[in-house]
């Protein structure tokens, strides 16, 4: 399974972007969805996820209210619509995909490149 990340890029404080997944050999909507995030010198963390049953969404406390986490199925994509980015979000984002409800790295099966995601204050 390929997840293919991309979207990141460089935006000014305040600034939005959108983050697109889509998992090849995979159809997202089976699977619980998630998106990670490493910033230099960090461990990679858990940033928001996605229950396939029913879509219930997860986020860490840093993005709630700012980050959006979806899936179009007509697309097979998951995306991250990133709000009101501060210079702390600045990290390598990662897509990921489980069977299992992803709370951590280790309930992960397959992991997407990362794709970098730079705020400049």
């Known amino acids: 399974v390929q997840l293919q990340a991309s979207g990141g890029g460089l935006v000014q404080a305040g600034g939005s972007l959108r983050l697109s997944c889509e998992p090849s050999?995979?159809?997202?909507?089976?699977?619980?969805m998630a998106w990670f995030r490493q910033a230099p010198g960090k461990e990679r963390e858990v940033v928001a996820t996605?229950?396939?049953?029913?879509?219930?969404?997860y986020y860490a406390s840093s993005v709630k209210d700012r980050f959006t986490i979806s899936r179009d199925n007509a697309k097979n994509t998951v995306f991250l619509q990133m709000n009101s980015l501060k210079p702390e979000d600045t990290a390598v984002y990662y897509c990921?995909?489980?069977?299992?409800?992803?709370?951590?790295?280790?309930?992960?099966?397959?992991w997407g490149n990362g794709t970098l995601v730079t705020v400049s204050s």
């Open positions: 990921a995909l489980s069977r299992s409800i992803i709370l951590r790295q280790s309930d992960v099966m397959n």
């Open positions: 050999g995979r159809t997202a909507s089976n699977y619980n």
């Open positions: 996605l229950t396939w049953f029913n879509d219930e969404t």
